[in-house]
């Protein structure tokens, strides 16, 4: 697991390796200093060689000095590499995260996803930030110190084999438990974020409903259950620390028995057993660093897990046509071949979300589209009218049989290139935070205020936008609350158009625009893009009556193909559609 994310620093291995340099030094300057206090007592006071005992305390002074830069310049490094490593961790976890198809998304919910990207790195970046120091210090320390109290006095440093292993058996009950609730701990997060997220976006149906209590005592719920998985991993944590002082005392305790019946027999000195009891404490502070970075790495494994589930997801679309440099540019290794003309068959598809779910959501789908035509699709809810059309530009893969355009499996085109050839506008319409220029540039970055204009005149969002004080520039809060849902829509379809795509696909996409916006939008479509192969999804007869040609579907299957003459005259599931409707109309 550390191999893998030892990659994550090969931009900041100096500023690693600095920073454990500079731990070092000032452990060897910090073990310098008992030594030169065990001579002022020893034979500095003794003698009352004043001159003897203020250079040494010269030295200390300095000693401590240097070790004071070297802590200083250790931090300062070792924040480089630990802030870097985090950034460069978040940063390929994103990166994972945008190669995923719809599929991917779906194993993982999006307040886990968010709580992977921000506080499980931040729990790794803490622990580089703060454990380089005793990971590195803490061994170094115990060991040289406990050579210094050998070379002091051999016999009393054999107390110590008596207390690390007390110590270490107190630590491994700790960690025991600790380790599935850091886990559990994480989880609930996650839960807490993902009430936070559902609130926030229907803090309108909230609000409407008058559910703000409900809403309260579900938060106070997940909340709750976090509190106490926290409680009760820290309540585990926190014993190490009486843990250890129970051994820490207990060790001085007799270091200071044995040591002073030495002293009284002469066969140890008073400044020996002082700098004795310096190490002491050295190598007792060195053990609590050690039981520490144990805590924090039972921690961070628990994150590390975590991240992996997410860095190690098998992307289900992979993009064989392309691959990437390093630095992420695309390389096309087809660069002839492009979705030319628009025609779509596909053929005996079957499609399930789930590989071992026992039934498909589509069932032996067989149909073609010529390039150009139009294609309606009706059915009743839950019929796979969406799913159907996400398999073209492989927002899904097709479980069996074959997906085509231009007589090509879709699987041969590279992804930037068959999706760059689909204009998709998805049920569920996505504004960004910005202008309403850049939420249209992102159907075409280079676009001009013509082009804009062009799109947004078909898909009739010039109406409103020329009575907005600022035009284009008017600005659009987060998710383009500040707009209708129509005019949502029509800036959606305006965007699809801006590609200037091959194929345009609107998944019930003006079903919140009336139905003389929509005549207009689809006789502005039909006069613009006659060449353009438009699949549309409604719920309304008079969105698709149009049509060349019109899928009715059931349940997963095809019912019927053909024209709104056709299967107004024998086909049940059209006929009664077509009748609630103009009867609804007429009432």
């Not at 190490?279 to 050690?290: A, D, G, R």
């Not at 005149?457 to 809060?477: H, K, N």
């Not at 091959?502 to 060449?531: G, K, M, N, Q, W």
Request: neutral net charge.
């Amino acid at each position: 697991m550390l191999k893998r994310f030892w990659g994550y620093f090969s931009n900041y291995k100096r500023p690693l390796i600095i920073s454990c340099i500079c731990v070092i030094l000032e452990s060897i300057f910090e073990l310098v200093i008992p030594l030169l206090m065990a001579d002022i007592i020893d034979v500095g006071v003794p003698a009352r060689d004043t001159s003897y005992i203020l250079i040494r305390g010269a030295e200390m002074v300095v000693c401590a000095l240097i070790a004071l830069a070297l802590g200083a310049a250790y931090a300062h490094f070792g924040s480089i590499a630990g802030m870097g490593f985090g950034a460069e961790l978040r940063r390929a976890e994103y990166k994972k995260v945008q190669e995923y198809s719809f599929s991917n998304i779906d194993h993982f919910s999006t307040s886990s996803l968010v709580t992977r990207l921000t506080n499980d790195v931040t729990v790794l970046q803490n622990a580089i930030c703060n454990g380089i120091r005793p990971v590195v210090r803490g061994p170094f320390m115990m060991v040289a110190a406990f050579i210094m109290t050998v070379i002091l006095n051999p016999k009393l440093s054999l107390i110590f084999l008596a207390a690390i292993p007390i110590l270490g058996l107190f630590l491994y009950f700790i960690l025991r438990k600790l380790g599935p609730m850091y886990g559990q701990m994480q989880k609930a997060l996650d839960k807490v974020n993902r009430t936070i997220q559902e609130n926030l976006i229907a803090i309108r149906v909230v609000k409407s409903f008058v559910t703000e209590d409900y809403e309260r005592g579900k938060f106070a719920e997940v909340n709750s259950r976090f509190r106490k998985t926290s409680e009760g991993a820290f309540h585990y944590a926190a014993l190490n620390m009486p843990c250890f002082q129970l051994v820490m005392y207990s060790t001085i305790i007799c270091i200071l028995w044995f040591g002073g019946n030495m002293v009284i027999s002469s066969s140890m000195q008073v400044g020996e057993l002082t700098g004795f009891l310096s190490y002491v404490l050295q190598i007792l502070n060195s053990l609590m660093m050690i039981s520490n970075v144990f805590m924090m790495l039972t921690r961070s494994v628990t994150s590390c897990e975590r991240i992996l589930e997410v860095l190690d997801e098998p992307i289900d679309i992979k993009d064989a046509s392309v691959s990437r440099d390093p630095d992420g540019t695309v390389k096309d290794l087809q660069p002839g071949l492009e979705v030319s003309r628009g025609d779509i068959t596909f053929e005996n598809v079957w499609f399930k979300y789930d590989k071992d779910a026992p039934e498909y959501v589509l069932s032996d789908i067989s149909l073609n589209l010529g390039a150009g035509q139009t294609m309606g699709i009706l059915g009743a809810t839950g019929s796979a009218k969406t799913s159907l059309v996400q398999l073209i530009p492989r927002l899904y893969e097709a479980t069996k049989g074959h997906v085509l355009i231009d007589g090509h499996d879709v699987k041969e085109y590279s992804l930037v290139h068959l999706r760059d050839a689909i204009g998709v506008v998805l049920q569920k319409n996505t504004l960004f935070s910005g202008s309403i220029r850049e939420n249209l540039l992102w159907g075409n970055s280079s676009a001009s205020d013509e082009e804009l204009m062009w799109a947004c005149r078909i898909a009739c969002a010039d109406e409103f936008i020329s009575r907005l004080p600022q035009g284009l520039d008017t600005v659009l809060d987060q998710g383009g609350v500040n707009v209708s849902g129509g005019q949502k829509q029509r800036l959606c379809i305006a965007r699809a158009l801006l590609k200037k795509p091959r194929v345009l696909i609107f998944d019930d996409s003006t079903s919140a625009v009336d139905t003389a916006t929509e005549s207009r939008i689809r006789h502005a479509l039909a006069h613009d893009l006659p060449h353009t192969t438009k699949i549309i999804i409604s719920q309304r007869i008079s969105s698709v009556q149009h049509a060349d040609q019109i899928l009715i579907m059931d349940n997963g299957h095809i019912n019927e193909t053909g024209t709104h003459r056709q299967l107004l005259d024998h086909n049940e599931i059209y006929q009664n559609m077509y009748w609630s409707q103009k009867k609804g109309a007429k009432a």
